[in-house]
């Protein structure tokens, strides 16, 4: 049956919602306002990630050629850097043996004579290495421990020479003349029959290193 209100409109009574249902349409409303935001700012956020993945590409592949160049020129410059500290290492103990050995034969007193000459350490390097050193493998004939340490003072420029150089000359590129004790040996041969063996050990100076005030010579000459 069709029911028909004839009553004015302002006497009209009006049906509000129910509260449940307000609810639910406020709640509906909510979610799906959130779901748009979140949708509108993942899809903000990822067209601007793909536009810095994009960007970052475009870096990346501009770089590589200058990484491979840099990586280029870094081995370079280690090879380099490697050669320099050789060529250090080197220029450090470098000497002209010619000319020491010169100065040493133009000292060398005519009771003395030499088995063996060694250059050790030579290549040494690092803060804990082992300064280069000369030694030498000396005779001196007779058994007159005077000898030793005449030809010990002649070395280390004591005694003055006749010759072009004195020791002082040959001296001043090492640092140190070590001790070492002889034995005796028999040398038929000779006229003295025997001779006194001994070793001596000239630790090189760095180069450039300063050389030492010499000591005033002794009006001596060692005997030839």
Do not use: H
């Amino acid at each position: 049956m069709i029911e028909i209100n004839l009553l004015p409109p302002e006497m009209r009574k009006v049906d509000r919602t129910s509260l449940k249902r307000l609810v639910c349409m406020v709640t509906a409303i909510v979610l799906l306002s959130a779901s748009v935001i979140g949708l509108v700012t993942f899809t903000q956020r990822y067209r601007n990630a793909t536009r810095e993945n994009a960007r970052l590409t475009t870096e990346v592949a501009r770089l590589e050629p200058v990484a491979r160049e840099y990586d280029v020129l870094s081995d370079e410059l280690k090879g380099i850097e490697t050669r320099i500290q050789t060529i250090d290492e080197i220029r450090s103990t470098r000497l002209r043996w010619g000319q020491k050995l010169d100065q040493l034969y133009a000292i060398l007193p005519e009771f003395v004579w030499f088995d063996k000459l060694e250059l050790k350490n030579a290549r040494a390097a690092g803060a804990n290495a082992k300064p280069p050193k000369l030694v030498l493998e000396c005779y001196v004939a007779g058994a007159d421990e005077k000898r030793y340490a005449e030809f010990r003072r002649v070395l280390t420029g004591e005694f003055t020479s006749a010759g072009p150089y004195s020791g002082a000359d040959f001296f001043r590129d090492f640092s140190d003349l070590g001790y070492s004790g002889w034995s005796r040996e028999d040398f038929p041969a000779t006229e003295e029959g025997v001779a006194l063996k001994f070793n001596l050990e000239l630790d090189l100076k760095p180069l450039g290193a300063p050389a030492p005030a010499q000591k005033a010579a002794r009006p001596v000459v060692a005997a030839k």
